[in-house]
């Protein structure tokens, strides 16, 4: 599915763990190990080329060392000159035609949670293409549950053709859910719309019929026979997804729809999955 993968090294535990949600997630794909290092390569007068060649070749042989360890002997190793890493990833990322990135949690976060700082974030945020990011500790096989994330949006039915896809190369369980939140009722006119219980019954059947649609409609186009839970719920869509990736081995979230053309825009939702998912 995916063909040319960068995986973010950060010289710390964070960086085995992508490694290894890489081979789970692409096995057979490219791989291009990458690290960055602090240095502005625009070129000028003052410039410390030596201090650069230095820090250059530390990188990589730091990458080499990370390559051996992770058992990826195939992998390229790309060492990126750049003040900020994650403007570096997102560098490679588009020179390449990569379809993922996949980075670490945080090398202080919790074992077995996310946990981004500033530089996973800034990856996520503005990314050319999607980005997976592996919990930490992460050593596991082929998930045999995948959750999905649905509202409809071009963004969420994207993010359910990838988890279903990935869910028919795996034989994987299929959990989709719709999380409706009853403050984001229409109003009519000037009137706003109390929200009784058949105003929310009638907006989930509604929902209900859209997602039951687009997961038949991703399944017979992808030709795929998977045991599918499909369910529409109310609630906080932050807390709710969050329970789910607790009964789940992967999460699949789409990005925010006002985001850059092809970018990666994380929205409260996203941004919150990601800091609290387990």
Not at 10 to 39: F, N, S
Not at 76 to 87: K, L, M, Y
Not at 120 to 143: I, Q
Not at 163 to 187: F, H, I, K, N, Q
Request: with cysteine.
């Amino acid at each position: 599915m995916f063909t040319k993968v960068i995986i973010g090294d950060d010289g710390h535990a964070g960086g085995r763990d992508a490694i290894a949600l890489a081979r789970v997630l692409a096995p057979d794909a490219e791989l291009v190990l990458a690290g960055t290092y602090p240095y502005d390569s625009t070129a000028s007068r003052f410039a410390l080329l030596g201090y650069a060649n230095a820090l250059r070749d530390d990188t990589n042989d730091a990458l080499g060392r990370a390559r051996d360890a992770g058992e990826i002997p195939a992998a390229r190793i790309a060492a990126i000159a750049d003040t900020s890493p994650a403007r570096g990833l997102h560098r490679l990322a588009a020179e390449e035609g990569a379809d993922l990135v996949v980075i670490g949690s945080a090398h202080h976060g919790i074992p077995g949670r996310l946990l981004l700082g500033d530089v996973g974030r800034a990856v996520l945020h503005g990314s050319p293409c999607p980005v997976a990011v592996a919990p930490h500790g992460f050593a596991g096989g082929p998930p045999k549950t995948i959750g999905i994330a649905f509202n409809g949006a071009p963004e969420a039915r994207a993010a359910l053709q990838v988890g279903a896809a990935l869910a028919g190369a795996w034989g994987a369980r299929l959990v989709v859910r719709d999380v409706l939140e009853p403050s984001a009722m229409p109003a009519y006119g000037p009137y706003p719309v109390f929200e009784t219980e058949e105003h929310i019954d009638a907006a989930s059947a509604t929902a209900r019929l859209a997602l039951n649609g687009a997961v038949a409609h991703v399944t017979l186009e992808l030709g795929i026979d998977v045991e599918v839970d499909a369910e529409v719920v109310t609630g906080q869509p932050a807390e709710l997804l969050d329970e789910l990736s607790a009964q789940v081995d992967l999460m699949v979230c789409g990005s925010r729809g006002w985001g850059a053309v092809r970018r990666v825009a994380l929205g409260s939702t996203s941004d919150r999955l990601i800091h609290h998912a387990s």
